[in-house]
């Protein structure tokens, strides 16, 4: 052990003063992978093709707590060393040398790849960003290095299993399946993906012949339209808009079960949120269009260029953040692509205020910092140096830097070279100073919006004679909104004649309703909305004790979305009205209950603890599964269980 020690401290010497990628460049790796359910093992077989760059004597993969087993074959001068964290291979490696190696490994990964289980049955899939492929595949951590990966995974023939990449054979055995996917083009490995699981699958061509594979839970069928709305458009919008063809050989999109994020943009295979996965009402409220679109343009910008470390981040997310809202604007026009600006420019500026603002060259900083303040510099260069100068410069950058790794400075110079001056001084503002440049932004939209005049010119903190108007006549929706959320007493039955948005507000910022409102108000039940029919019902049930059975009868079939929001808001009402006796209450109540156990989504399982916290009515079965959430893979699950698990002591 002491020797081992040693010789891997010799071996990080080498690399103190230079990058790996300086001496060798891992061309690809091929792996044949099976998995155990009962002891949530990874097993597989790697054959790793690697050329010498430098005269060296060690190099590296990385690879987390894993067992190897090696085949030396032709390469048996290479020596293996392993410390739990990285394999390295050793020898006097020359200039030029070209080496396939191949061995096995098997590990029981703590992250980046999660075995779940979704209605009984299970499904497993990666997230590699922020997580590092490494933890379940031999891999490397950095995002420099870029490598071909071809994957082979054996699986019960009765599931589905998606990867990166095209599927070039599937091998039917006795009670499994062998498929066989091929990527042609190098990735970083953060991009890895699998997911196995029960799927249907719809298909499309993009414009330039690109499969467009969307995938689906066989249950789901009638959800599959109002999922994947707007997909194909956003496909050849994006590819003609970015001017450089969409460079893999097809593109997937598989929605999953607690997934950690809204989405990832794994090269050729998108995993999404299946909270995203809606019918055609869910769609109004809470659509998977922007975080489709987002995951989209990162093809290009993420996966075919990547950013050379966290300092240039907003390469990544920025350019996939501006690219998502000109594709919605294409769908949704100029006015939905102005306030989105507006809105992101006043999260901003809030940031700033609030001291926690950073320069966007600042590896530390927020989310809305890397995705909304990147956004806003791509629409501010491209409105200073004009459409084709932009265009004809991100094309230009991609092409030059297409599966290689990136830094802000390349992308500026192909601006500067078509621009024809210097950038220095808009660098200086919109990139590295700290504060967002807020006046700057909001007198661009101003130049630029008449929509956005408008919405500024309606002000009703200060209540005058217009604001009635305003609700009245001319004004957009969003200004409409405006005021019933500063003077929503103003609403009267001729504001409910308005659109979908005017009557959400009416049901966030009208709670108690007036008793000369209560018909109209009453019609909201009846909205294409999941979240009107919540917010309605509740204040409804408040506001008249008297009428609560007839609000409870009418929307007993409701569900909601995938979180189950109304049904869940039905129950806790049902269980607080005495009288009304339509219902098994004490089946109901277990249905509460039964809504944290650990087979359901953690949004779901997060709202039913919420109302039996307010109900007072955790049970044992609910505290049972309120410790057991505290070891899910989902940090969100985690802490909500932990705060409420102290709460609950508290209370005792």
Known sequence: MKRVLIACLLIVSVFSNAQQTDYVDFESIHAALTFELDSLKVKGGITMRFKILKNVDSIFVDAKKMDFTFELGDHDRIRYKYNDDKLWFVSDFRAGEQHDVFFTYSTQPKKALYFVERNKEPQIWTQGQGKYTSNWLPSLD??????????????????????NGKLINKQ???????????????????????????????????????????????EDSLKVESTYRYSKQMFDFLEEEIGFAYPWQNYKQVPVHDFLYAGMENTSCTIFSDAFVVDAIGFNDKNYVNVNAHELAHQWFGDLVTATSGEHHWLQEGFATYYALLAEREIFGKNH????????AVNLARQDLAGDGTSLLNPKSSSLTFYERGAWVLHALRSLVGDKVF????????????????????????????????LNTFVNVWIKKKDFPVDAALGLLQEQSTFINEYLMVDCEAKTSKCKDYLKYYVSD??????????????????????????QAISQYVRQVPKELKEEYETLLDDKSYITIENALYNLWT??????????????????????????????????????????????????????????????????????????????????????????????????????????ENKQ
């Not at 870029?146 to 990867?163: N, P, R, T, W």
């Not at 500063?486 to 005017?502: H, N, S, Y």
């Open 142 to 163: 950095d995002t420099n290095d870029k490598i071909e990966f071809d994957l082979s995974i054996i699986y019960d023939k009765d599931y589905e299993v998606i990867a």
């Open 543 to 648: 506001s008249f004790p008297e009428e609560r059975a007839k609000y409870l009868s009418k929307t007993r079939n409701i569900v909601g979305f995938n979180d189950k929001n109304v049904r869940l808001l039905w129950i806790a009402l049902n269980l607080s009205t005495p009288f009304y006796q339509a219902d098994n209450k004490q089946g109901l109540f277990e249905e509460l209950v039964n809504y944290t156990d650990e087979r359901y989504n953690a949004d779901l399982r997060m709202n039913a603890f919420n109302y039996l916290k307010l109900m007072n009515a955790c049970n044992d079965i609910c505290k049972s599964n309120l410790e057991k959430a505290k070891s899910h893979h989902n940090w969100r699950m985690v802490k909500f269980a932990k705060d409420m698990s102290e709460k609950l």
């Open 337 to 344: 692509y102005d306030f989105k600006l507006y809105e992101s």
């Open 478 to 503: 969003e200004a409409k909104v405006k005021v019933i959320s500063q003077v929503p007493e103003l609403v009267t039955k001729d504001t409910f004649k308005q659109g979908l948005k005017v009557r």
């Open 391 to 422: 265009k004809k410069a991100v094309k230009a950058y991609l092409e030059k830097h297409q599966f290689k790794n990136v830094e802000t400075s390349d992308f500026i110079k192909e601006v500067e070279r078509f621009f024809g001056k210097s």
């Open 172 to 218: 039917l055995n006795d009670s499994t399946t062998t498929w066989h996917y091929d990527m042609q083009k190098p990735m970083s490995s953060y991009l890895v993906a699998l997911v196995v699981g029960k799927y249907n699958k719809k298909t499309e061509t993009s414009k330039s012949d690109i499969p467009l594979e969307y995938y689906y839970y066989p």
